[in-house]
């Protein structure tokens, strides 16, 4: 196995106290990836789980909360998930690697071969299901490889480039209501005085970027494996730059910026 792959692949952490400090450390210290956030659901060990990923994470993640954990990873979008099967089911929503590490679990985590978790077998068998589960990289060779090739799959409805996407509201600005007996004379003279300086807009609400024609076209030559983890990668992007419409050089832009 080509475990050099995964140096620099960015990781998210989830589950009971110990399973995470153990997985954090070993895909950190063994495998050289990045952890982009590690968090717990067992709030009495929430402080030895700090202490213990002090120097890997600069915030541990506190919650039973399923919602709040899948929004971190939502916002963090990383290559490999390792959580509950919660995750995995939110992983699955966003078209994520992941690898079930801490109960609670499904029957089908639970195999009958002999899988321990513990010692120098313990960390062959993480690093084969770290192995299997992630992309190692392949993305752009499979694209050249394949191309369109005739693998379509029916994209939902909330992707196409017909999205409406609605106006973020204007900035409203509320005066303060003056007092009767504030004479008009005064009004003026504050109103003067005031210096005229042009207030920055308030910021936009985020929204999801529409999809030109252009760009649906690309992104349709990516095979469909991949191809939701190429749409979100590049959606996130046109998010944090500004791009309200992603067109094929933003995807182009995005592609170079990730590595793609």
Same mark, same amino acid.
């Given at each position: 196995?080509?475990?050099?792959?995964?140096?620099?692949?960015?990781?998210?952490?989830?589950?009971?106290?110990?399973?995470?400090?153990?997985?954090?450390?070993?895909?950190?210290?063994?495998?050289?990836?990045?952890?982009?956030?590690?968090?717990?659901?067992?709030?009495?060990?929430?402080?030895?789980?700090?202490?213990?990923?002090?120097?890997?994470?600069?915030?541990?993640?506190?919650?039973?909360?399923?919602?709040?954990?899948?929004?971190?990873?939502?916002?963090?979008?990383?290559?490999?998930?390792?959580?509950?099967?919660?995750?995995?089911?939110?992983?699955?929503?966003?078209?994520?690697?992941?690898?079930?590490?801490?109960?609670?679990?499904?029957?089908?985590?639970?195999?009958?071969?002999?899988?321990?978790?513990?010692?120098?077998?313990?960390?062959?068998?993480?690093?084969?299901?770290?192995?299997?589960?992630?992309?190692?990289?392949?993305?752009?060779?499979?694209?050249?490889?394949?191309?369109?090739?005739?693998?379509?799959?029916?994209?939902?409805?909330?992707?196409?480039? =017909?999205? *409406?996407?609605? @106006? /973020? #509201? !204007? +900035?409203?600005?509320?005066?303060?209501?003056?007092?009767?007996? %504030?004479?008009?004379?005064?009004?003026?003279?504050?109103?003067?005085?005031?210096? =005229?300086? *042009?207030?920055? @807009? /308030? #910021? !936009? +609400?985020?929204?999801?970027?529409?999809?030109?024609?252009?760009? %649906?076209?690309?992104?349709?030559?990516?095979?469909?494996?991949?191809?939701?983890?190429?749409?979100?990668?590049?959606?996130?992007? !046109?998010?944090?730059?500004?791009?309200?419409?992603?067109?094929?050089?933003?995807?182009?832009?995005?592609?170079?910026?990730?590595?793609?």
């Amino acid at each position: 196995a080509d475990m050099d792959s995964f140096s620099g692949k960015p990781a998210f952490v989830f589950g009971d106290a110990t399973h995470v400090v153990g997985v954090t450390r070993f895909l950190h210290d063994e495998l050289g990836m990045p952890i982009a956030g590690a968090g717990t659901y067992v709030k009495h060990q929430a402080d030895w789980v700090r202490e213990q990923l002090a120097g890997y994470v600069d915030q541990v993640l506190v919650t039973d909360e399923f919602q709040t954990v899948a929004a971190r990873i939502a916002e963090l979008r990383p290559e490999l998930v390792c959580g509950t099967q919660m995750e995995r089911h939110t992983s699955r929503r966003y078209d994520l690697n992941c690898m079930v590490i801490s109960p609670p679990t499904h029957i089908e985590n639970h195999l009958l071969a002999y899988r321990p978790f513990l010692g120098f077998d313990g960390a062959d068998v993480i690093a084969d299901e770290v192995y299997t589960t992630c992309t190692l990289g392949m993305e752009k060779h499979l694209i050249d490889l394949f191309g369109d090739a005739g693998l379509e799959l029916p994209e939902k409805a909330k992707h196409g480039a =017909a999205r *409406a996407v609605e @106006p /973020a #509201p !204007a +900035a409203i600005t509320v005066e303060s209501p003056k007092p009767e007996q %504030e004479p008009a004379v005064a009004t003026v003279a504050v109103s003067s005085l005031t210096p =005229a300086v *042009a207030t920055p @807009p /308030a #910021p !936009a +609400a985020p929204v999801d970027p529409v999809w030109a024609a252009d760009a %649906e076209a690309m992104l349709k030559k990516v095979p469909f494996f991949v191809r939701g983890r190429v749409r979100g990668n590049v959606e996130k992007y !046109a998010r944090q730059h500004g791009h309200a419409v992603i067109t094929a050089q933003v995807l182009l832009a995005a592609k170079e910026e990730l590595g793609a």
